[in-house]
């Protein structure tokens, strides 16, 4: 059913820049050069980060015959010409369509036109589509709007990961697979916030946090099929991506430590890590951040297991995932308002294997020692201590 190789596409869960979170709306194919452009110059695209996808609004008003069209001032070169020029860099192209009659931001769509609208991504060199679930679903099941279009990319001759974004609505990690998919959202769209009120748009990252536990969808999760959390708002501030829509109001923005929990997570959920900030303006802590070598290594890890909860104390809790070679990532979380020791043991955490002696790598500190079997470190608040922990 599925095309020759596409079983080893997102072995690791896939990793880029999207569109969205920090220009929402307002994107251009000049903006999309330039984050080209930037991802190879910053190391960003050596440090893994390979798809460039653009999201949302892309496309002109009405579609021709059926088929999309690309918004004729916004993307005047044209799909083709822009997918060649981030080939060009080395990087891969992504694109954004919905599974319904138009996008979240109401232009054309794919429900009703999937082999056409396949057919024309896989002609244009598209590597990667992000399928929303925006527009009249038609009656249809989202089973049935997902699966139409993972046929319809399994179909063409081109290796294309399939990213449905269904928002968790549907338990998408119990038919994801089946209908395609590399990846499928399991929880409703990030904001870069701490957390929300139920009568705010979206959700924080400790809310996701949460969730991505409370729903109990680890098992699902593995090389070939990801759980995802949605795009990172790492160097988002509070003019950023969706706060330039008009019907949507939050008040944003992350405090370094809250990033650093932010990507620290990502990493240990084996998370697609989809960067979504202004690469152009981007700072020098925002960059360390994103290519920290062993925080992304946590990422990648071959075995692909989304890290669990072990146990909470208070505000202050032990997360844990096994990694190749016998080694366990470790986040050690203060949810609080005040610095936290935090201490557990190698016992509690998900560690394969018995040994005298353990390695422990300090991620964000730099720092290495050995213990016989105690973990601990003291937390700021809303922040996180991220170990790799190897049995000697
Ligand atoms: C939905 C998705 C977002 C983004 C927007 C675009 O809200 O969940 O990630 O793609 O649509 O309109």
């Not at 449905?164 to 609505?169: L, N, P, S, T």
């Not at 990846?183 to 904001?191: C, E, F, N, P, S």
């Not at 050690?332 to 790598?361: Q, W």
């Not at 105690?374 to 170990?387: C, M, Q």
Request: charged share 25%; aromatic share 10%.
């Amino acid at each position: 059913m599925f095309a020759t190789g596409s079983r080893a596409l997102a072995a690791t869960p896939p990793m880029g820049w999207n569109s969205w979170n920090a220009f929402s709306c307002a994107v251009t194919e000049e903006d999309i050069r330039s984050a080209a452009d930037r991802l190879v110059e910053t190391g960003l695209r050596d440090a893994g980060y390979e798809y460039l996808v653009v999201d949302d609004c892309w496309m002109d008003d009405e579609l021709d015959d059926g088929y999309l069209r690309p918004h004729p001032e916004d993307f005047p070169s044209g799909i083709e010409a822009l997918a060649e020029y981030v080939h060009d860099r080395d990087l891969k192209f992504g694109i954004y369509s919905s599974a319904g009659r138009v996008t979240c931001q109401g232009y054309p769509a794919s429900l009703g036109h999937e082999r056409k609208h396949a057919r024309q991504f896989a002609d244009w060199g598209v590597d990667y589509l992000k399928y929303d679930n925006c527009g009249d679903h038609e009656g249809k099941d989202a089973l049935a709007r997902y699966s139409a279009m993972g046929k319809a990319l399994a179909k063409v001759d081109r290796d294309i990961v399939y990213s449905i974004c269904e928002w968790g609505r549907n338990e998408p990690w119990r038919w994801g697979r089946n209908a395609g998919g590399h990846l499928w959202r399991a929880t409703h769209d990030i904001v870069a916030k701490w957390s929300t009120e139920d009568t705010e748009f979206g959700l924080g990252i400790a809310d996701i946090i949460d969730q991505m536990d409370d729903r109990d969808i680890a098992p699902s999760h593995g090389p070939g099929g990801w759980n995802d959390p949605d795009m990172l708002q790492i160097g988002n501030g509070p003019d950023s991506g969706q706060s330039k829509l008009e019907d949507v109001t939050v008040e944003r923005g992350l405090t370094p430590a809250e990033e650093r929990t932010h990507f620290s997570f990502w990493c240990l959920f084996a998370a697609p890590l989809m960067a979504g900030n202004d690469l152009v303006e981007m700072d020098d802590r925002t960059l360390a951040l994103l290519t920290n070598e062993d925080a992304v290594a946590i990422n990648q890890d071959p075995l692909g297991i989304q890290g669990t909860r072990d146990g909470r104390l208070g505000e202050t809790e032990v997360w844990s995932k096994r990694l190749t070679d016998g080694r366990c990532a470790v986040i050690l979380f203060n949810r609080g308002r005040t610095p936290a020791t935090i201490e557990t043991t190698v016992e509690t955490v998900d560690m394969s294997v018995d040994a005298a002696t353990y390695t422990v790598e300090d991620v964000w500190e730099d720092d290495e020692w050995q213990t016989s079997g105690t973990l601990h470190a003291t937390v700021d608040p809303h922040d996180v201590a991220l170990f790799r922990v190897s049995p000697e």
